[in-house]
């Protein structure tokens, strides 16, 4: 029978036991790591959706590299979460920059883990947030664009009426 290391598990072994390393203290810390940094994606709901497959990985020096197509450049995204993530209050945690950023690539720390933020083909919050869409739907809320004439209102350019 293989275990789950691909080798033959010990009698008796226990499934905790035979993850071994994969089982270890720290991995609560880098799994609370990361939860902190994707809530903090998932409360940037616009930033969230001009991203393309958004997707995340641990790898074999218990890094997290976290990277999306289109969308916020990497270090746009990088002073954000260090922003968001080292707020003052009693969920506050530790969030640093942990290495140059550009617009592809960043390197942050967060509770002492470290995430490679990696952006393919990014366009920029500026150009994002000149970009009519959904997320635009505020301006549409703000009541009328001028008195007097009548002007197509912002509604009515998101819904292409």
């Known amino acids: 029978m293989r275990g789950l290391r691909g080798g033959q598990d010990e ?41 393309r497959d958004l997707t ?5 020096d218990h890094s997290w590299h976290i990277e999306w197509r289109d969308g916020p450049q990497a270090a746009e995204v990088a002073a954000l979460l260090v ?12 969030a640093a920059p942990a290495g140059p950023a550009t617009a592809s690539t960043a390197v942050i720390d967060v509770l002492g883990v470290t995430f490679v933020l990696r952006a393919i083909d990014p366009f920029g919050m500026e150009r994002l947030r000149s970009r009519p869409g959904l997320w635009r739907l505020s301006a549409a809320l703000d009541g009328p ?6 002007s197509r209102q912002h509604w009515e350019e998101l819904l292409g009426g």
Do not use: H
Not at 56 to 60: I, K, L, Y
Not at 83 to 94: F, N, Q, V, Y
Not at 145 to 150: D, K, L, N, P, S
């Open 11 to 51: 009698p008796g072994a226990s499934p905790a036991t035979a993850r071994g390393s994969r089982n270890d203290r720290g991995d609560g810390r880098r799994y609370e790591a990361l939860g902190r940094v994707m809530a903090t994606l998932s409360g940037e709901a616009e930033t969230l959706e001009a991203c």
């Open 56 to 60: 995340w990985w641990r790898t074999t």
């Open 83 to 94: 922003e968001r993530i080292g707020e003052p209050g009693p969920d506050a945690a530790p």
């Open 145 to 150: 664009a001028g008195a007097g004439e009548r």
